[in-house]
Each structure stands twice: as structure tokens, then as C-alpha cells.
């Protein structure tokens, strides 16, 4: 963690309001421009884009933050589809299962019927 005081460098990304949209403390990062003043102790904990900007030469809290809600994005009419097939093909080949036991225990019970008949004639 670092100290609030402490120097390091660190690759930051900012926007046209000073405000830092990417960063980071290894590598390369398209776009970046070079930081190598006081970084806030907290500033991996609580980094998210534009949460923190330049001012002053310095890394500061954004006083205009403002959390971004994403909306919660279900299943595509695609997906759906494609799951509802899925699911049919997994019915369809467990009723085919089924018949083919079925299949193979009727067979058995007509070679059990003839081997039957077969041992009367004799």
C-alpha cells in the first residue's frame, strides 16, 4: 500500500477534464502520460474511472463524481431461443433412450415368448 507522502510512478490515462480514467503501476498503457508525485494511500482501493482527477498536479478525490448505475442486461432473445432448443434436444434424446430401452426389452421378451413356443413343439 502506498503512503500518502510517498513518491511512485505510475501510467494514468486522463480525460479532457482532468479526470484519471485508467492507470497503471506496471506495463505499458496506450495514451498514458507519465505520474510520478504523491498518489492517495487509498487510491487502488477505491479507483474507478473518473473517481479520481488532476489538480494541481496532484492526485485528488473528483468533488463531481458520480457513479455510473449499468443496468442489469438479461438473456437475449438469441440466448433464450438457443437455450430453449437445448433443452428440448436434451428431452428428445433422453425420450429416444427410453424407447430404445423399451425397444430392446420387448425384443427380449419375444425371444423369451418364441425360445417358449420353440421348447413346446419339440
Not at 17 to 24: C, G, L, T
Not at 31 to 55: A, H, V
Not at 77 to 99: C, F, G, H, N, R
Amino acid at each position: 500500500m502506498y503512503n500518502e507522502y510517498e513518491l511512485k510512478k505510475i501510467l494514468i490515462v486522463v480525460n479532457e477534464n482532468k479526470e484519471i480514467v485508467q492507470y497503471a503501476s506496471i506495463g505499458e498503457l496506450p495514451d498514458s502520460i507519465e505520474y510520478d508525485n504523491t498518489i492517495p494511500e487509498d487510491f487502488r482501493d477505491k479507483f474507478k474511472p473518473s473517481f479520481y482527477m488532476i489538480k494541481d498536479d496532484l492526485i485528488v478525490e473528483n468533488p463531481d463524481y458520480k457513479e455510473i448505475k449499468i443496468p442489469a442486461v438479461g438473456a437475449s432473445t438469441v440466448e433464450q431461443q438457443l437455450a430453449a432448443i437445448s433443452y428440448q434436444q436434451m428431452q428428445d434424446s433422453q425420450e429416444k433412450q427410453a424407447l430404445i430401452k423399451q425397444s430392446a426389452q420387448m425384443a427380449y421378451q419375444i425371444m423369451q415368448i418364441q425360445q417358449q413356443l420353440g421348447g413346446q413343439k419339440a
